[in-house]
Structures are given as structure tokens and as C-alpha cells.
């Protein structure tokens, strides 16, 4: 497959639906449903054995996926907000609801389930600054250098390092 060149055109999501996808423990894309391919641009044979991150936009800080994977792979689910390219080149942002799979035999984490509907863009005006300057961070020094930034940030707006803490922080906009 080749490499999507990101356009500056905005896909506009449908208010009640949700786009959902399901994921291996190793971010394997076994499940997809027809408004996620839709969106996506992207055939669901296309889709199923990829990895998930086929889907990342360049604007997205590594940081935050760091974050996010160091929390569903504890176990505990999480919030985000995610900024996401489609095969086209065209960007949607999405809130996300990550949930753990977990076998309750072994008590092991199997994989992720990913439900995203749209965001207003009252906190994407509030969180796209913050990601730009996080990449920016990224790209001229290093991803420890961008959650301490991260870290520094919340602290100064009185919030953890936390995704729910980030996400109390952008919902005051939302």
C-alpha cells in the first residue's frame, strides 16, 4: 500500500454514528463496521489484518499513543481525542472510547475495541494547538521531552498526566 499524502480538507462525520473497530492485543485490525470503512476510505479487506495505526494521522503526537497504549495494556480503558487520515489524504477528528478485551480464563489482555463518534470543534481548537506543539517537540527533540511538556502542561492547568485529566481539560470547551 502506498503512503497517503495528507490533505488540508476536513471529513465531516455524522452526529449519531459511531465509527467501531476491533483490535488484537498487537493493534491488529480484526473487525471494522461499514461507517469506519466509509469514512476511512478504505475496503474492509484492506482494513482487517492491518495494522490500526494505517489510519494515524502525521499530526497525531506519538506521546499521546505511548500514553494510550501504556493504559489499555494495563487494563484500564480509556478516552482520546484523535486526529485521523483516511485513505484519500482527508482528516476527520474523532473522540474515542478505548475498551479492554480481556480473557477472563487467563485474565489476559486479547485485544481493544474502539467506538468513535465526533467531536465538536470548540475542543479541537483546544487540543490541535497542544498536539502541534507536542509534534514539533517530537521532531526537534524526543518523545520524553514532549510528555514533559505534556506533563508540565496539565500540571500548570492543575490536572495529572492523565487521558481523563486531559479530557476533563478539553470538555470544558466541548
Known sequence: MSKVIPLNEEIKLENKRYLVSETDAKGVIT?????????????????????????????????????????????KNVNAVVKNLAKNGKYYWIFTEFKTRVDLDTNTVIGYNAHRKTISHSAVDVIAPLYAKLVEIEQTQDMDAAQKYLNEFLQEKGKDITFINLLDYIHKFY
Open 31 to 75: 473487525y471494522c463496521n461499514d461507517y469506519f470503512t466509509e469514512i476511512s476510505g478504505y475496503s474492509k479487506d484492506e482494513l482487517i489484518g492491518k495494522q490500526h495505526n494505517i489510519i494515524r494521522h502525521p499530526d497525531m503526537p506519538k506521546v499521546i499513543f505511548k500514553l494510550l497504549w501504556e493504559r489499555i495494556q494495563s487494563g
